[in-house]
């Protein structure tokens, strides 16, 4: 249940987020693509990015985990790919994104009382 609630709370993140930012659109506003956004970030966060993460370890090390960054942005911009009704206008505004989006997706959940685990 609490998976579902996070769900719905990230989607409700990613329309305030793409509100917020130029460049980048929820087509109609529609909860329903954010909802679809929200369940492509979860999935690819949870099976990609791990996997990016480890190939990535020595350029990460180099750079002192800046790499990491542009992991976040290379997720949004796959995912932009993979929901319709979803655009980033480039690699800065993905990058945004997640900042804006990992902040008001905090924001929400420490308002509807969920912890991170």
């Given at each position: 249940?609490?998976?579902?609630?996070?769900?719905i709370?990230?989607?409700?993140?990613?329309?305030i987020?793409?509100?917020?930012?130029?460049?980048?659109?929820?087509?109609?506003?529609?909860f329903?693509?954010?909802?679809?956004?929200?369940?492509?970030l979860?999935f690819l966060?949870?099976?990609?990015?791990?996997?990016?993460?480890?190939?990535?370890?020595?350029?990460?090390?180099?750079?002192?985990?800046?790499?990491?960054?542009?992991?976040?942005?290379?997720?949004?911009?796959?995912?932009?790919h993979l929901?319709?009704?979803?655009?980033?206008?480039?690699?800065?505004?993905a990058?945004l994104?997640?900042?804006?989006?990992?902040?008001?997706?905090?924001?929400?959940?420490?308002?509807?009382?969920?912890?991170?685990?």
């Amino acid at each position: 249940m609490n998976f579902i609630v996070k769900i719905i709370l990230s989607a409700i993140a990613v329309l305030i987020t793409a509100w917020l930012l130029p460049g980048v659109s929820v087509e109609g506003n529609s909860f329903f693509t954010a909802l679809m956004i929200a369940v492509a970030l979860a999935f690819l966060n949870a099976v990609l990015k791990p996997i990016l993460v480890f190939l990535t370890i020595p350029i990460t090390i180099l750079t002192l985990g800046f790499f990491y960054l542009v992991i976040n942005a290379g997720i949004i911009l796959l995912a932009e790919h993979l929901v319709n009704g979803f655009h980033v206008s480039g690699f800065f505004t993905a990058l945004l994104f997640s900042f804006v989006l990992s902040i008001t997706a905090s924001i929400l959940d420490a308002l509807a009382g969920i912890k991170n685990e």
